[in-house]
């Protein structure tokens, strides 16, 4: 079993800050890259950063800037530090672990930057 969960969600006004965090458990043997998507109501997924095993980042074009990917201490655990918030920010945020063979979802945590 795997499980991957999302925390650090929340109510915030336009110009803040949040940090979100992913911890993925259970039996990995490695994991290729995690990323952070979204998804707001009625709108496609987004896919928001990811941070590969080689510590290769990459970003959306709407969160270049003001969203920073980064690993934790704790093994298989990543941290989306998302500064200068703007209501269309407002989503669903997602975090997947890929190892190349399987593909592993977490529930989701919300973030609504409204004033």
């Known amino acids: 079993q795997v499980q991957v969960v999302e925390s650090g969600g929340g109510l915030v006004q336009p110009g803040g800050s949040l940090r979100l965090s992913c911890a993925a458990s259970g039996s990995i043997y490695s994991i290729n890259r995690m990323t952070w998507y979204r998804q707001a109501p009625g709108k496609q997924r987004e896919l928001v950063a990811f941070?590969?095993?080689?510590?290769?980042?990459n970003y959306g074009d709407s969160v270049k800037g003001r969203f920073t990917i980064a690993r934790g201490n704790a093994q298989n655990t990543v941290y989306l530090q998302m500064n200068s918030l703007k209501p269309e920010d407002t989503a669903a945020y997602y975090c997947?672990?890929?190892?190349?063979?399987?593909?592993?979802w977490g529930r989701g945590t919300q973030v609504t930057v409204s004033s």
């Open positions: 941070i590969t095993s080689d510590d290769i980042t």
């Open positions: 997947n672990a890929f190892t190349g063979g399987h593909s592993y």
